[in-house]
């Protein structure tokens, strides 16, 4: 499975993007699909991720409540929808997809093996 992450951009504290990972491969909505971030001289961090085909979603503590993550089949994408930014919600946001991750690995990015490129969020303050 490819990757290709978009979306990001610059924008105020307070307010909203969306980011997108489109995927080859027809297997990509049976995968448990996720959202990572890393800022500067920091590791990559969990941030959101849909368990499989069964929809169920899994947030940081950090994102819960203005974060949302979801898929749509047919485009064989996956969307972070980040609402209420924080400027320590700068990082460079990466995509990833997995077939095989059991349900507590899915917070670790070691366990991922498929991976977007990374779009850049800015928050300004």
């Known amino acids: 499975v490819q990757l290709q992450a978009s979306g990001g951009g610059l924008v105020q504290a307070g307010g909203s993007l969306r980011l997108s990972c489109a995927a080859s491969?027809?297997?990509?909505?049976?995968?448990?699909r996720a959202w990572f971030r890393q800022a500067p001289g920091k590791e990559r961090e969990f941030v959101a991720a849909?368990?499989?085909?069964?929809?169920?979603?899994y947030y940081a503590d950090s994102v819960k409540g203005r974060f949302t993550i979801s898929g749509d089949n047919a485009k064989n994408t996956v969307y972070l929808q980040m609402n209420s930014l924080r400027p320590e919600d700068t990082a460079v946001y990466y995509c990833?997809?997995?077939?095989?991750?059991?349900?507590?690995?899915?917070?670790?990015?070691?366990?991922?093996?498929?991976w977007g490129q990374g779009t850049q969020v800015t928050v300004s303050s």
């Open positions: 990833a997809a997995d077939p095989s991750i059991i349900l507590s690995s899915i917070r670790m990015a070691g366990q991922y093996e498929n």
């Open positions: 849909m368990f499989r085909s069964g929809g169920y979603t």
């Open positions: 491969g027809r297997t990509f909505s049976r995968q448990t």
